[in-house]
Structure formats: C-alpha cells, structure tokens
C-alpha cells in the first residue's frame, strides 16, 4: 500500500510531499493489529457458527459499541440501549457478512446507522410539553359527552 507521508521540515507544497511504501499491516510491536485481529470469528462465520461470532463480538467490541453509540446519542442510557439494539440487528445480518470489511468495521457501521436513525426519529417526536400539551392527562372534560355532541350534530344535519 502506498500512503503519502508529510516531510517534516521541507518547504514543499502540500501535493509535493514525499510518498513512502507503508506495509499494511501493522507490527506485531506497533499496538495496532493487523487485518487478521478476527481470523477465529471469520473462521467461524466461514462454518455458520454465527453464535460463536456474535460472542467473539460482544466480548471484543461491546464497550466500544456502547462508547461509540454515546458520543452519537449523548444519552447513556439510550448508549446501552443502542448498543443492544445493534448487536440484534448484527445477530440478524450475520449470514449475509460477505467479508469485504472488517467484522469490527460492520459492527461499527450498523452501531453508527442505528444511533443516527434514532435521532432522526427523535427529531420527529415531539413532547408533550413542548407542544403545550403537558395538560392533557390532567384533562378532566368529559369525551363521552363530547361524543354524544358531534354524534347529535350529525344526525341533524342528515335531516336538514
């Protein structure tokens, strides 16, 4: 993989910086794991063994899903929330991983997309109390008879 790299101290521009061969995967020394960091849970999604899978993930990822999920929705609770509902939704789409990214990779993408379709379904809802309806429990009117009326009304403008 080629990758350009910035030359510290040189005054070219920003296009003209130095490009450097980088090995794409990382030393076992460098902190950061190679493309094979899941090779057992991609070998057990090669058998079908997809609860295997989903454990690896939950033990591997959960805390990561559930931080990720929070730095979206800035609620913990509803963090967990969408932690949990993405792993359902991970559990569901299993048989159709077809490797092209990383598992931890897919399970951030769905984690992402279902934090940001809860918001926009927030975004949708509207409180009671913002609509100035935060009254309406304490409502004491009496519906049936207000029924009664628009049924009364009805039947005489049938008769008119």
């Known amino acids: 993989m080629i990758r350009a790299i910035p030359a ?7 296009g003209l910086q130095s490009i450097k061969r980088v090995n794409a995967t990382a ?18 999604h090669r058998r079908r063994d997809y609860a295997a899978v989903l454990d690896g993930l ?6 990561k899903v559930v931080n990720l999920s929070f730095s979206i929705v800035r609620e913990p609770a509803l963090a967990q929330d969408m932690a949990q509902l993405t792993f359902m939704k991970m559990w569901r789409a299993l ?15 769905i984690a992402r997309n279902t934090c940001l379709a809860e918001l926009r379904t927030r975004k949708r809802l509207v409180s ?17 008879a207000d029924f009664r009326l628009i049924r009364r009304n009805q039947r005489s403008r049938q008769f008119h």
């Open 58 to 63: 939950m033990q591997r990822y959960r805390q």
């Open 128 to 144: 009671l109390e913002a609509a100035g309806l935060d009254d309406v429990a304490d409502d004491s009117r009496d519906f049936a």
């Open 8 to 14: 510290f101290g040189c005054n070219r521009p920003r």
């Open 95 to 109: 048989p159709r991983f077809d490797g092209r990214a990383a598992l931890s990779t897919w399970l951030y993408t």
């Open 27 to 44: 030393s076992p020394g460098s902190g950061r794991q190679g493309p094979s960091r899941d090779a057992d849970l991609l070998e057990a």
